[in-house]
């Protein structure tokens, strides 16, 4: 699941920590590498749960609903499609998706208000009218019903984000709200996995192969052992600035890229290119990439010659 771009910005930040912490060690920067990695998985698990939140939340309305009903003496029938829904409730009794859930002591305790908006959004989505007003439904009706939910509601809803944002601090996480949207597309690739009712597939490893996790820790060890050797090679194509005056982010991008470079041969010189630009883009000042690809470009000329 987790790819080199999400391990080359994991990389990156832990650098940027690492070199900002007083009397900071290696072996604490690994850690901190292998939790970043955690961190991933468990929004991955966190999301999956989300289903069953909104399901829940649904069943609370229909509580409430009854309730003021009985005391209006008014009569209140229910549509019970949505809480019964069978591949809400697979997901529920998935082990796996259970286990890690424990694991990681995941709860949506802090971001309900994620899962109250957008119950209220599903109540006008026409997708969901229809599901709830068909006659019988399949399986594959209630699977699509979460798609859909996962698919249009959830990218982009800000209370969504700053939901994350808040149990990202409730659960010591990191960046949850910045990899959400990468993340859910991986949860809703697994949701395709289930055929019919009491499937419980394997969910998508932390990594695909072992080379993808050796990759980081290693990228992260050669960074701090060739700081000085690579920012001297910076520090001389630093044409018209001051070397204490390129901002901190700027310098730790062009020290891991230069890593990688100069030490991955058989990864093609344009991929690591590109991924260290669009690092730069997402994480440092608005010119930034354009500074980066100079300097880079420059020293990659003399290496070559």
């Known amino acids: 699941m987790i790819n080199r771009t999400m391990v080359r910005t994991r990389v990156v930040q ?11 060690t290696p072996a604490a920067a690994r850690k901190n590498l292998q939790k970043s990695y955690e961190d991933l998985y468990a929004l991955y698990i966190q999301l999956f749960g989300f289903a069953n939140e909104l399901i829940r939340y649904a069943e609370q309305q229909v509580e409430e609903n009854r309730a003021r009903a009985k005391a209006t003496h008014t009569e209140y029938i229910p549509n019970g499609r949505f ?14 998706l259970r286990r890690w859930t ?9 971001g309900m208000n994620a899962v109250e908006n957008v119950y209220k959004l599903l109540q006008s989505q026409p997708f ?5 007003q068909q006659p019988e439904t399949t399986y594959e009706d209630d699977r699509r019903i979460f798609r859909r939910i996962y698919q249009d509601l959830l990218p982009n809803n800000l209370s969504v984000h700053l939901s994350l944002e808040d149990m990202e601090i409730a659960l010591d996480r990191n960046h949850w709200s910045t990899d959400f949207e990468v993340i859910l597309s991986y949860v809703i690739k697994t949701m395709k996995q289930f055929k019919q009712e009491g499937d419980e597939p394997k969910l998508l490893p932390m990594f695909e192969n072992e080379d993808e996790f050796r990759f980081g820790p290693e990228l992260l060890q050669q960074t701090i052992e060739h700081r000085d050797e690579y ?9 018209n600035w001051e070397a204490d005056r390129v901002a901190y982010m700027d310098r730790i991008i062009m ?16 991929i690591s290119m590109n991924e260290y630009i669009e690092i730069a883009k997402e994480y440092s000042s608005e010119k930034s990439h354009i500074f980066i690809n100079g300097i880079l470009d420059n020293i990659l000329k003399e290496v070559e010659s």
């Open 128 to 132: 969901f009218l229809e599901y709830m």
């Open 231 to 239: 920012s001297r090679l910076i520090d001389k194509y630093l044409r």
């Open 255 to 270: 020290l891991t890229a230069l890593t990688e470079i100069l030490n991955w041969p058989n990864i093609a010189l344009e």
């Open 14 to 24: 832990t650098l940027f920590a690492y070199y900002q912490t007083e009397d900071a």
């Open 102 to 110: 424990e694991e990681y002591h995941l709860n949506w305790d802090t």
């Open 83 to 96: 809480l019964t829904n069978r591949f809400a409730a697979d997901l529920f009794r998935h082990r796996e």
